[in-house]
């Protein structure tokens, strides 16, 4: 079973994704923050990440930073209600950027694409 890590510091959005997400057949773990997510990182190894953005203390370009440093292997999909930050260098590392919606096809085919 592949795993996603679901980093959003908004728990109804978390509890959203994992209820589709498990429902596609992943496991899906959970962070609320940037040190919580590298720390799952770490120690679960997931074959996919997605990251919000605008998150309390750090923010998820630096958290996808971070997750590239130590593992440029495994695919982040930014996910954010913000368009601006598609334009932001740092996001730029990311493997691909969904705008957040009610409609979460958009996000399912980008994690179809990387993982399957």
């Keep these: 079973m592949k795993k996603i890590l679901l980093v959003d510091d908004e728990k109804s959005i978390q509890l959203l994704y994992q209820e589709e997400f498990e429902d596609e057949g992943y ?4 962070a609320l923050n940037g040190d ?3 720390d799952k990182f770490r120690d679960e190894a ?3 990440v997605i990251l ?3 998150m309390p203390g750090m923010n998820g370009i630096e958290v996808l930073r971070q997750m590239k440093m130590i593992d440029a292997t ?3 999909i930014l996910s954010s209600a913000y368009h601006e930050y598609k334009q932001d260098l740092g996001a730029w590392a990311s493997d ?3 705008v957040k919606s009610a409609d979460m096809d958009d996000l399912k085919r980008a994690v179809r694409r990387h993982i399957g």
């Design 36 to 38: 919580e997510a590298l």
């Design 96 to 98: 691909e950027y969904v």
């Design 74 to 76: 495994v695919p982040v």
């Design 46 to 48: 997931p074959d996919l």
């Design 52 to 54: 919000d953005i605008q």
């Design 27 to 30: 496991m899906v773990l959970s």
